[in-house]
């Protein structure tokens, strides 16, 4: 059974700083790998979504890569601000758009 | 912009009382997701569908939980009774999956709030 670890479980950063978030999963066969965003309260949004066939994805400040042999990624943000401050979520299908299999979290925390 | 809808976003009601969400997924997505989310265990699957037909329920209390969708605009999760271990905040995602499974995003509604007391 898939199973989805994220560390740290919470970050706190002063504003400006870079700062990589982990995930890893115990099963490589995967077809892609989900970065999600919740803030306080809310759903959660889609942030980048890799390819098994990919090794990053980038979206302005954030960078995304993927290891699948290693059963790794990682989430990249730069130049971190204090709207950034949410709980980050990476998941996991087994095969295509398949119920996804999802992290604990990591809540950073960006102070200004 | 398209985005899944979620209704009611908040339910707080006693226990036994019959709790129905309802979740209108993006237009032509044909995969429809019940997550549900608690402190303890984060997001679980609950049931999902694939074009209306149910694939995989075996996240559900089959005693007291039971999903549908009636039509392709709408996904419906009941709890009855409901007990106060239900409370969280239920979520439906939608996506798109071809014939050979697709590798599309899942897009989340705001969830609904649900508290038993």
């Known amino acids: 059974k898939q199973e989805v670890t994220q560390i740290p479980a919470a970050l706190s950063v002063p504003e400006g700083e870079n700062l990589v978030l982990n995930c890893s999963f115990t099963d490589s066969a995967i077809y892609n790998l989900q970065w999600f965003r919740q803030d306080h309260g809310k759903g959660l949004t889609s942030l980048l979504l890799?390819?098994?066939?990919?090794r990053e994805q980038t979206s302005g400040r954030l960078n995304a890569s993927l290891d699948k042999s290693s059963g790794r990624s990682t989430l990249y943000i730069a130049a971190s601000q204090p709207g950034d401050s949410a709980t980050y979520l990476c998941?996991?299908?087994?095969?295509?758009?398949?119920?996804?299999?999802f992290g604990k979290g990591t809540r950073l925390s960006v102070i200004a | 912009d398209a985005r899944v809808t979620q209704t009611p976003r908040h339910k707080v009601t006693e226990m036994g009382q019959e709790v129905t969400m309802r979740c209108q997924p993006i237009?032509?997505?044909?995969?429809v997701f019940w997550y549900r989310q608690t402190m303890m265990q984060g997001l679980e699957l609950l049931a999902y569908?694939?074009?209306?037909?149910?694939?995989?329920d075996s996240g559900m209390p089959k005693d007291r939980f039971s999903a549908e969708m009636p039509d392709a605009t709408l996904a419906t999760l009941k709890i009855q009774p409901s007990e106060p271990r239900d409370s969280a905040v239920y979520f439906c995602a939608s996506g798109f999956a071809d014939r050979v499974g697709g590798n599309q995003p899942q897009h989340f509604g705001d969830g609904t709030r649900l508290s038993i007391l």
């Open positions: 998941a996991v299908p087994d095969s295509g758009n398949t119920p996804l299999v």
């Open positions: 569908f694939r074009n209306r037909a149910p694939l995989d």
């Open positions: 237009l032509g997505h044909n995969t």
């Open positions: 890799i390819q098994s066939s990919q």
